[in-house]
């Protein structure tokens, strides 16, 4: 790549942060005021480098890509969330992209935004006709990319020993993939400084949609509990909670637009506890008793770094009551949604120090221990919505049907005592083979007899567990 090219991508960058940063500015500022006037000058300041040749500036979107003048602008972690940002806001008024020639002064721009920022009101060919009414010269929306020639780069091709793609006609296909996407995506966000840069609650919600897409189905995302390990990372711990609290949340009836506000607090809930591993390191082990009770202040510490991270609407507000409220002892204290969020954690909490060295703790026993030792926190509507969600033989337990048959539970389903199972050993012990091996709700004419303990699971599953 040139560095022409280089140069020109670096100030489409610009411009499109320039943008988002002004589409920010427009949801607490009117069009005219001050500040967002401000930014306006800022946005055609970085425009004017683009239009000094005399040629027009295209800004297309294409499969969630930006485009400046048919070359995409590459992807960054700094300007991602950015060039998403940008995406989402012309999908939003039904468009692929904008159009600005020389000779655009901020006037133009002011009354082009004034048709613009109300989403609500112009769409698509309304938005292109309201901007010819307003006689818009030097500003411009695309209906359609027919006629924008898109420099599109082709794929990289995989290495040889690259593992293959997940398939989502495989099973649990839609599920694995929602929890591989939900697992990235944690990562840059709990990165170190990720959110002091800002992120969109839009962004939490869409990363945490497909999850909850899943829940209720025959193959939900809370297969990803089967095996949970000694949790390393902020990241994976967020997702883990966030498939537990989106089970609790549809076994309590909560709609889908409702299911999305569970799943980004759930996400955020822990925004504070990255600032607490940083000063006091991720050892928990070697914590101190000062040390535990300065670790109690990641709760505050998530609200303030929410508070600074993301532009303030009703979720981000619902995301930082949870932050705040999602330790709090006394039921009466904490919203409904921190209770859930606050059940979930406890469960994956619980669940996870199961890979501590010589933990028999199973499935089945930790669910026990979290509503025998913590249940009196929550609404006694979340408990059974907990047990409704995961199953009263949650993922990963292994128990004995009564024809004497070994199975491991996998996933729940409407039925809480009939979980999907995967059958692993005869009536004797006997490990089956691969072609042996049945996966499938409990059988009508079977049911459940025994949570087996530890002690007694296969070899093979103890092994497992171990690894």
Known sequence: MSAKIDLIHEQGLVVVHRFVQLMRTSRTYAVGNQTFSRHLAELLAGLEPLL??????????????????????????????????????????????????????????????????PSEQFK???????????????????????????DVEPAPVAPAEAPPALDENAPFGPALIAYEQALSGAERLFATGALEQGVEMRWVQRLVQPLADTIGTPEPATLALVDIGHEDS????????????????????????????????????????????????????????????DAQQHTLLGVRRLAVATPLGPTALRA??????????????????????????????????????????????ALGRVLAGYGERWHPAVRI????????????????????????????????????????????????????????????????????????????QQDERAA
Request: hydrophobic share 45%; glycine share 8%; charged share 20%.
């Open 124 to 150: 698509g060919a309304e938005l292109a006709a309201s901007c010819v009414e307003q006689g818009l010269d030097h500003v411009a929306v695309l209906l359609d990319l027919e006629g924008i020639a898109l």
């Open 234 to 293: 902020g990241g994976t711990h967020a997702v883990h909670v966030t498939i537990t609290a989106l089970a609790i949340g549809h076994a309590l009836g909560l709609a889908r637009r409702e299911l999305s506000d569970v799943g980004a607090a759930a996400l955020l809930h822990d925004a504070g506890q990255p600032e607490i591993v940083r000063v006091l390191g991720s050892q928990m082990d070697h914590w101190s008793a000062a040390d535990w009770k």
């Open 385 to 460: 919505a907990l047990v409704r969600g995961i199953g009263l033989y949650p993922p990963g337990q292994v128990v004995r049907l009564d024809d004497g048959t070994l199975t491991r539970t996998v996933a729940p389903t409407a039925d809480p005592e009939r979980p999907l199972v995967e059958a692993i050993a005869d009536a004797h012990g006997t490990l089956l083979t691969s072609a042996q091996r049945w996966l499938g709700p409990v059988p009508a004419e079977r049911s459940i007899v025994a949570a087996l303990p530890l002690e007694q699971w296969p070899a093979a």
């Open 52 to 117: 000094a040749d005399g040629g027009d500036m295209t800004l297309a979107v294409r499969a969630g890509d930006v485009y400046l003048n048919g070359s995409r602008l590459p992807l960054r972690q700094k300007s991602l969330r950015f060039l998403e940002a940008m995406a989402d806001e012309l999908g939003m008024r039904r468009i692929h992209g904008l159009v600005f020639r020389p000779g655009v002064t901020i006037p133009e721009l002011e009354a082009f935004m004034r048709v613009f920022v």
């Open 320 to 365: 930082m009551r949870v932050a705040l409220e999602h330790h709090v002892e006394d039921p009466q204290r904490a919203s409904l949604l921190a209770q859930i969020v606050s059940c979930a954690d406890a469960f994956v909490s619980v669940l996870a120090h199961r890979a501590m060295p010589g933990s028999t703790l199973t499935p089945y026993e």
